[in-house]
């Protein structure tokens, strides 16, 4: 009996210390979920925290969003607007790189130059124009990107129409240069205004000069006979034959090749001036000696069209000179 009393003890103690050690497992895997428990709710904290964070990040994506929007509407219509108003000007535009390929262009553009939209990127080189008499755009264009002075021309297309053509370097805002812009402007009408007004004023010149009964001529910019009127003919014996186109040196042998009388139309050409009452003696092979007074004066200069000088000339009997001294150079205007 009393074995059996001490072996029930010793199994007593023994689960009384199994006990024990559950129990301290137990209590630490409580301190243990304690402290999951503890980090899960720190987690938990970070993830709402993190939460407020996404939500407020997400307003501020949706208010760029929006203005971005509102940006993106306002560049179409700036767009609208731009695309709008360069196709109503008739102005035809194209913008090339610095490479001279093509950005983009205007619908005027392509009545001057064959293009389509697949030419986009392509070396404006490689395009057909429909210019008369104008070749050199492409280094027209290259040496305005080279020296950023802009260069403007009067081009004809074959269709009968002016240009005024201007070649820019395009500008950014920055000032940064990033190609060039090719204008055409139609100056058709204003063409033919000034064509017709320098026809008319031509003609008007020509009534002139053939209704005075003095000798007049004019000359060109090289000094070769425009034309002459009746008196002129008729009083130094010459006809038109041999005198229109003529340089006015060459007329009658070097007749006309008097030093004073050169250096005075060279001066009206290269300084604009008008010399007046300009007398000189001179012998003339079919009529003798003659004493002439001169007076001059340029034509048109206004028009920018013409370099023409117009040359009256009265004259008288004269003598041998017995001294070319006595030569009266007359009165010189500036």
């Keep these: 009996m009393g074995r059996r009393l001490d072996a029930l003890r010793q199994e007593l103690q023994a689960k009384e210390e199994i006990l024990q050690t559950a129990n301290e497992e137990l209590r630490s895997s409580n301190e243990e979920m304690q402290s999951i428990n503890e980090e899960l709710q720190s987690t938990n904290e970070e993830l709402e925290t993190s939460k407020e964070e996404l939500q407020s990040v997400n307003e501020e994506l949706a208010t760029v969003n929006s203005e971005l929007q509102n940006k993106v509407i306002d560049l179409t219509r700036a767009n609208n607007d731009m695309n709008n108003l360069l196709a109503g000007t008739g102005i035809g535009t194209v913008f090339v790189d610095h490479g001279l390929c093509i950005l983009r262009f205007t619908p005027a553009a392509t009545n001057i130059i064959n293009l389509i939209k697949s030419d986009i990127g392509r070396p404006v080189g490689h395009i057909v124009s429909n210019l008369e008499g104008y070749d050199t755009l492409l280094a027209d264009t290259q040496a305005v990107l080279d020296t950023l002075v802009p260069k403007e021309v009067e081009v004809h297309s074959r269709t009968g129409l002016w240009y005024a053509m201007r070649i820019l370097p395009y500008r ?155 030569t009266n150079n007359g009165e010189i205007s500036f």
Excluded: C
């Design 172 to 326: 950014t805002l920055e000032n940064v240069i990033e190609g060039a812009v090719i204008t055409f402007t139609d100056i058709t009408e204003s063409k033919q205004v000034r064509m017709a007004l320098t026809t008319a004023q031509a003609r008007l010149a020509e009534a002139v000069v053939a209704t005075v009964r003095e000798p007049l001529i004019v000359l060109d910019a090289g000094l070769r006979v425009v034309s002459a009127n009746r008196a002129f003919y008729n009083i130094f014996n010459v006809s038109p034959e041999i005198t229109l186109g003529k340089v006015l040196y060459g007329l009658g042998n070097g007749q006309w090749d008097i030093p004073e009388l050169r250096t005075l139309l060279e001066d009206i050409l290269a300084r604009n001036i008008e010399f007046n009452d300009f007398e000189v003696t001179h012998e003339f092979e079919s009529i003798g000696w003659r004493t002439l007074r001169l007076n001059a004066r340029r034509l048109f200069e206004e028009l920018g069209e013409s370099e023409l000088i117009l040359l009256a000339i009265e004259v008288s009997v004269g003598s041998r000179p017995q001294d070319q001294a006595d």
